[in-house]
Each structure stands twice: as structure tokens, then as C-alpha cells.
């Protein structure tokens, strides 16, 4: 991806000019990925970053974004054309802290926006010993917990190494089955309510400044 080259005529960006800048993963997923520029930190012009996110999500059915932890001046913008938000931090103290305190700025600037929840990443459970809990996780975060994701370092890391989906290298891993919760929360059983298999989308509508 390089907005250098788009941002002074936004008016190129097209579906054309989009695959160009795609790369297809086996497994059937699309990245447009960042820069690799890693001693130049710019912003962009939020309506250059605001029409990618139009094209995107018109040929998309589901878009996933990986922000910066830095807030730039197209942010709100991306935040609030979001259908879900997740923070996710490890089980630790300042992890939760931090957690707490930008779910919490979140939800200040985008007031009606969708709600932050935090997802504890390379959760263990402990039985005996000090450290923390779940139930001190659920007490710290209250309504804004989602979900605690398993520690299975080796398994991500052999994932991540041979670029491969965790399923993959272990079928039924517990990574994946709690990731399934999280992302495809039971569907309801009103029929009234569904829509026919195969025609669901989700649809993203990106605000502008």
C-alpha cells in the first residue's frame, strides 16, 4: 500500500487500482497491509483513508482493522464507521489499566459510537499461586470485558512462522474455539429475525468528518 502515491488524486482509488494493492492469503483472506516504513510517522488525509475504507468495504463482506496504537486525525472516523471495537491486552495489571483507561477515552469522543469491549489475550488460569484471576479481570473491567483468548504460545508462534491458519497446525485448538465465540455469537433462533444462509452482510457505512 502506498498512499504517497494516492493521496494527491484519491479520485484513482477503484476497485482496479484496490487489487493491486491486495495480497491473498491461502485460506481465503484479503490484507491490504501498512507501509513498511518504519522510521517515517505521518498522517494522511482522513478523506483519502475514509474512501479506501468506502471501496473496501463495498466489495467486503467483513473488514477487520488493525489500528496504530497512535491517534491520528482519521481515527474518530474509522472508529465510528466500525460495527465492533475490541482493546487487547494481556492479563496484567498495567495491561488492564491501560485497557480501562482507552475504552474509557473511547467512549468520550465517540459518545453514540459502538462500544469498546477488551479482549484478554494469552489468558492461563491459575488454581493456586498469587497473580490475578478471571474474576478479578471481570471485577476490573465489568461490562467492558469480551473474552479471554488461551495462552498456547508454541502453537501461534508455528502459525505465525509457517503462515498458516492455527487450525492447521492443530485442529480443534482452543484458540480458534474461543475465537469462534467471539467473532460468531450464536445465531437466533427467530426465524423471523434470520436471514437466509449465504445472503448476511455486514454492512459498514463510514463516517466522515
Known amino acids: 500500500?502506498?498512499?504517497?502515491?494516492?493521496?494527491?488524486?484519491?479520485?484513482?482509488?477503484?476497485?482496479?487500482?484496490l487489487e493491486v494493492m491486495l495480497s491473498y492469503h491461502a485460506s481465503g483472506l484479503a490484507v491490504i497491509a501498512a507501509p513498511?516504513?518504519?522510521?517515517?510517522?505521518?498522517?494522511?488525509?482522513?478523506?483519502?483513508?475514509?474512501?479506501?475504507?468506502?471501496?473496501?468495504?463495498s466489495h467486503f463482506n467483513y473488514v477487520v482493522i488493525d489500528l496504530p496504537r497512535t491517534w491520528f486525525s482519521w481515527t474518530d472516523n474509522v472508529l465510528l464507521g466500525s460495527n465492533r471495537l475490541f482493546v487487547v491486552s494481556e492479563m496484567t495489571v498495567p495491561g488492564?489499566?491501560?485497557?480501562?483507561?482507552?475504552v474509557t477515552a473511547v467512549r468520550?469522543?465517540?459518545?453514540?459510537?459502538p462500544r469498546p469491549q477488551v479482549i484478554i489475550n494469552r489468558f492461563e488460569q491459575r488454581m493456586f499461586g498469587a497473580g490475578l484471576r478471571r474474576s478479578?479481570?471481570?471485577?476490573?473491567?465489568?461490562?467492558?470485558?469480551?473474552?479471554?483468548?488461551p495462552n498456547d504460545y508454541r502453537l501461534v508462534?508455528?502459525?505465525?512462522?509457517?503462515?498458516?491458519?492455527?487450525?492447521?497446525?492443530?485442529?480443534?485448538?482452543?484458540?480458534?474455539?474461543?475465537?469462534?465465540?467471539?467473532?460468531?455469537?450464536v445465531v437466533s433462533t427467530d426465524k423471523t429475525a434470520a436471514e437466509p444462509t449465504g445472503k448476511r452482510r455486514l454492512s459498514l457505512s463510514w463516517a466522515r468528518g
Request: hydrophobic residues 35%.
Open 108 to 113: 468520550e469522543r465517540l459518545e453514540e459510537g
Open 157 to 185: 508462534r508455528e502459525a505465525i512462522d509457517r503462515g498458516v491458519p492455527l487450525d492447521e497446525v492443530k485442529a480443534g485448538n482452543k484458540i480458534t474455539t474461543e475465537l469462534k465465540k467471539l467473532v460468531a455469537p
Open 96 to 102: 488492564i489499566k491501560h485497557a480501562k483507561q482507552l
Open 36 to 57: 513498511c516504513r518504519p522510521a517515517e510517522m505521518r498522517s494522511f488525509d482522513p478523506d483519502t483513508v475514509t474512501r479506501l475504507l468506502d471501496l473496501v468495504s
Open 136 to 149: 478479578d479481570v471481570e471485577q476490573a473491567l465489568g461490562e467492558d470485558f469480551a473474552a479471554t483468548i
Open 1 to 17: 500500500l502506498d498512499l504517497n502515491e494516492i493521496e494527491p488524486r484519491p479520485e484513482r482509488l477503484d476497485r482496479q487500482l
